[in-house]
Each structure stands twice: as structure tokens, then as C-alpha cells.
């Protein structure tokens, strides 16, 4: 599986940016797809997952209601829609493939490469 996530940048405080993660390689194993976060100086943290085949989302608590994740079947593509970023939110940002529905890095195999986003206030 090779994930290769783009779209980060500079954006304003509650403007909006779209991440996108090309996925290839996918198969049965890696059912569920993740965008999680890095901050300077802090551990990587979950962000969002997507189901692969429901399109069913879940999300951490600091971006729940302002982030969106989908997925294109088409595209083979996960995106990550953040409306409303907030400085906090300035981080590599990170898409990942994994086997079962988790908030935990140990169980996503596959990583992207990270993508910074930095939020101005």
C-alpha cells in the first residue's frame, strides 16, 4: 500500500483547506483509512478515519464538527475538508491505512509522507 497525501499550506484562521491522500495498493487488509497529526514538538495524534467501504467517519473531539473526511472509490483518494482551522490546528498532517477501526497509530501499517498545514491567527 503507498499513500501519498498533498494539499497542505498556509491558511487563515477559519478559512479552509482540503488535504487529499492518493491511495494505491489497497486491498481487503486495510479496511480503514486515517488522517492523524503532528504538531512541533508533540506525538502524533488521531485526527479522523474513514471506512472504506460505508464511507463512515469518526473523529477526535478537537476537530468534530469543522473537519470532514471522505473517500473517492473512483479516485482511490481520502480527502480531509478542514473548515474553520484554528492555529492549533497548525501540524503535519499525516494520512495512514490500517486493518481495524482505531484512534491508535499501532494499528495503521501504512503511512503517507505528511503534509504541513499552518494555520495564521
Known amino acids: 500500500v503507498q499513500l501519498q497525501a498533498f494539499g497542505g499550506g498556509l491558511v487563515q484562521y477559519g478559512g479552509s483547506l482540503r488535504l487529499s491522500c492518493v491511495v494505491s495498493?489497497?486491498?481487503?487488509?486495510?479496511?480503514?483509512m486515517a488522517w492523524f497529526r503532528q504538531a512541533p514538538g508533540k506525538e502524533r495524534l488521531f485526527v479522523a478515519r474513514?471506512?472504506?467501504?460505508?464511507?463512515?467517519?469518526y473523529y477526535s473531539d478537537s476537530v468534530k464538527g469543522r473537519f470532514t473526511i471522505s473517500r473517492d472509490k473512483s479516485k482511490n483518494t481520502v480527502d480531509l475538508q478542514m473548515n474553520s482551522p484554528r492555529p492549533d490546528d497548525t501540524a503535519v498532517y499525516y494520512c495512514a491505512a490500517g486493518g481495524v477501526d482505531s484512534i491508535y497509530e499501532r494499528h495503521y501499517h501504512y503511512w503517507g509522507q505528511g503534509t504541513l498545514v499552518t494555520v495564521s491567527s
Open positions: 474513514i471506512t472504506w467501504s460505508t464511507g463512515t467517519g
Open positions: 495498493g489497497r486491498t481487503f487488509r486495510t479496511p480503514v
